[in-house]
Every structure is written in C-alpha cells, then in structure tokens.
C-alpha cells in the first residue's frame, strides 16, 4: 500500500525543520531572522505541506512570511 510520505519533528530547531522541508520541495524556505533559527517546533507534517507549516508559523508563533519566486521567507513579525 502507497503511504504518505510524512515529516516528524519532536522540539526540533526550526532550521532543521526548514531543512527538512526544503529536502522535499522545490519551494524553499528561508529564514530570514536569526532569532527564529533555534525556536522549537514539533508536530508531524506531509512532507509537501509546507503551506501548512508557514500558516501555523504565521498565525501562531509571531512569523511573517514573504513569497517570492521559488522562496518563501521567514521573519519575526514587527
């Protein structure tokens, strides 16, 4: 049977979760603030569900996210 393909983080870095997630898409992400580089995320994710990881980084921790061509970017919202 076909399984999903899905990414785990348990009190990961967000550096590594971004790594993570940059292995699986052609979308990168980037982080744009360096105070954002050892924040601590854990939840279990599609490994193509990065809109879902930049909706709950802007909606619940604080994070603005910026879309250009081929990269979003990841910042402490002001």
């Known amino acids: 049977a076909w399984q999903e393909r899905r990414l785990e983080f348990d009190a990961a870095p967000l550096a590594d979760v ?13 982080i744009a603030d360096a105070t954002l580089t050892a924040k601590r995320f854990s939840g279990t994710f599609r490994a193509d569900g990065y809109e879902a990881l930049v909706r709950l980084l802007e909606e619940d921790f604080g994070v ?10 990841l910042r402490v919202r002001r």
């Open 64 to 73: 603005t996210a910026t879309r250009s061509a081929g990269v979003i970017e």
């Open 18 to 30: 971004v790594h993570e997630f940059n292995r699986y898409n052609r979308q990168q992400l980037v």
